[in-house]
């Protein structure tokens, strides 16, 4: 089983690096906001089973699943709007699921937050 603790404080430094992102509690343990929607949240895939679930741009969802079934799902409830899970059970590709996590934040946040990414802000 990959280290937990290791695995988090990846998934942190990745999703806290964006303008006003805040961790909390709530549907994912823990789930990162911007203004209070989520744009990631780390969940128990399976009996301990780490993943990450993030928006997805149309159609990626399915070209990702497609791809490597054993990397990407389609997590419950969220997966119909077309959101994907990421799972940490096979050695993750941190660069690609940190470009992910920042499309689902882009799709999350307002315009003036994503105007401070281009001008090099975090």
Same mark, same amino acid.
């Given at each position: 089983?990959?280290?937990?603790?290791?695995?988090?404080?990846?998934?942190?430094?990745?999703?806290?690096?964006? *303008?006003?992102?805040?961790?909390?509690? !709530?549907?994912?343990?823990? %789930? $990162?906001? +911007?203004?209070?929607?989520?744009?990631?949240?780390?969940?128990?895939?399976?009996?301990?089973?780490?993943?990450?679930?993030?928006?997805?741009?149309?159609?990626?969802?399915?070209?990702?699943?497609?791809?490597?079934?054993?990397?990407?799902?389609? *997590?419950?409830?969220?997966?119909?709007? !077309?959101?994907?899970?990421? %799972? $940490?059970? +096979?050695?993750?590709?941190?660069?690609?699921?940190?470009?992910?996590?920042?499309?689902?934040?882009?799709?999350?946040?307002?315009?003036?937050?994503?105007?401070?990414?281009?001008?090099?802000?975090?």
């Amino acid at each position: 089983m990959p280290d937990q603790d290791a695995l988090l404080k990846r998934l942190r430094g990745i999703c806290l690096a964006f *303008p006003e992102a805040t961790e909390g509690g !709530g549907v994912g343990n823990p %789930s $990162f906001r +911007v203004r209070d929607k989520i744009f990631a949240m780390r969940h128990d895939r399976h009996a301990g089973r780490w993943s990450v679930w993030c928006k997805a741009p149309a159609g990626a969802q399915h070209a990702l699943v497609q791809s490597d079934a054993s990397r990407y799902f389609v *997590p419950p409830y969220v997966g119909v709007h !077309g959101w994907i899970g990421i %799972s $940490f059970e +096979v050695d993750p590709d941190w660069d690609f699921t940190a470009d992910l996590i920042e499309q689902s934040y882009r799709m999350t946040a307002p315009r003036k937050l994503i105007a401070r990414m281009q001008n090099g802000e975090r």
